[in-house]
């Protein structure tokens, strides 16, 4: 696999999970590896979109694979499955209590769980987003 611990133990790998997520975000597409609009899907863990159709992209890095799946009608990131071993569940990471803070919507609570185990939830209260405007020496 390409990370070799999916930390923290039992989260099915919640920070590469984050890390894949941040990177897709940064490099354009053809830097990052194979990254392709999959159709459209149910958010598999998530009550609130339950009978909903979001749209897939699946993200594709040094044979690891990320399934992002967007709210279609405003563009919000609602889950990440995050396939870091394939001998493992994934990393499902659901994004809800969303507000708008400084123009974008912001996810104010992260659950995560790996396979039918919930691993825990995080409540966002605060959130920067760095604009590249400073850089380090």
Known sequence: PLFEHLDPIGSGGLFPALWFCYRLGELPAEQFGEVVYQGTAPVPYSPECEGKLADVVIA?????????????????????????????DPCDILF????????????????????????????VNEFQIDNGAETAP
Do not use: A, C, K
Request: charged residues 30%; proline residues 2%; without cysteine.
């Open 96 to 123: 809800s209590d969303f507000r708008s803070e400084n123009g974008r919507l912001i996810p104010g609570r992260m659950q995560v769980r790996m396979g039918d185990q919930q691993y825990g939830t995080f409540i």
């Open 60 to 88: 594709t890095h040094s044979g690891v694979d990320g399934w992002f799946y967007f709210d279609r009608n405003d563009g919000r990131l609602l889950e990440i499955e995050f396939f870091g071993d394939e001998q493992y």
